[in-house]
Antibody, heavy 119, light 104 residues
Framework: EVHLVESGGGLVQPGGSLRLSCAASGITVSSNYMSWVRQAPVRGLEWVSVLESGETTYYADSVKGRFTISRDNSKNTLYLQMNNLRAEDTAVYYC?????????????WGQGTLVTVSS | IQLTQSPSSLSASVGDRVTITCRASQDINSNLGWYQQKPGKAPKLLIYGASTLQSGVPSRFSGSGSGTDFTLTLSSLQPEDFAAYYCQQFKSYPWTFGQGTKVE
């Protein structure tokens, strides 16, 4: 059974930093495309970043240059380093696995971790 | 690629047939998924490849379409189906979601 467990969210001041973690079980993070998706309060879903199995990364324009996605293969954990945080980054952040067996889709999601950027 | 869902919300009753549409700003072939989200929970995959039902999802859910126009249909609304629904595309970066449809 697959489990993705996020942690690291919290309250941070504008301009501050946080690192989110996503501990995976049942899948190998390094063999998969892993992604972060966020949802601002009472808002829709927004893709944030992806780390391909070959270590290629992509980012949404809204976070490019401020966020960095990475993984630790020995811990089977995905990370999102968030710097220079803004109020508009306030959201629940979900860790997801992208299934590429046929047409791509997010098949596993974590429970989410809340990031609040406020002074 | 922009995805436009309609309606943004709808009111329905148990047993109703419900249809939600998603229009893409350019051709995305069949690279579209549908997700259900209940308050305080992570989204759940319903349909991928525009029309393939995810394992374990009830058969009252179905998806259709290709290119730019897609539809999610609930054949007979059940109490547990009151939720928000999102379409999402993987055709090209940045991967995008529709703005959501709330079924009330």
């Amino acid at each position: 059974e697959v489990h993705l467990v996020e942690s690291g969210g919290g309250l941070v001041q504008p301009g501050g930093s946080l690192r989110l973690s996503c501990a995976a079980s049942g899948i190998t993070v390094s063999s998969n495309y892993m992604s972060w998706v966020r949802q601002a309060p009472v808002r829709g879903l927004e893709w944030v970043s992806v780390l391909e199995s070959g270590e290629t990364t992509y980012y949404a324009d809204s976070v490019k240059g401020r966020f960095t996605i990475s993984r630790d293969n020995s811990k089977n954990t995905l990370y999102l380093q968030m710097n220079n945080l803004r109020a508009e980054d306030t959201a629940v952040y979900y860790c997801t696995r992208i299934n590429r067996d046929s047409t791509w889709h997010y098949d596993y999601w974590g429970q989410g971790t809340l990031v609040t950027v406020s002074s | 690629i922009q995805l436009t869902q309609s309606p943004s919300s709808l009111s329905a009753s148990v047993g109703d047939r419900v249809t939600i549409t998603c229009r893409a700003s350019q051709d995305i072939n069949s690279n579209l998924g549908w997700y259900q989200q209940k308050p305080g929970k992570a989204p759940k995959l319903l349909i991928y490849g525009a029309s393939t039902l995810q394992s374990g999802v009830p058969s009252r859910f179905s998806g259709s379409g290709s290119g730019t126009d897609f539809t999610l249909t609930l054949s007979s609304l059940q109490p547990e189906d009151f939720a928000a629904y999102y379409c999402q595309q993987f055709k090209s970066y940045p991967w995008t979601f529709g703005q959501g449809t709330k079924v009330e």
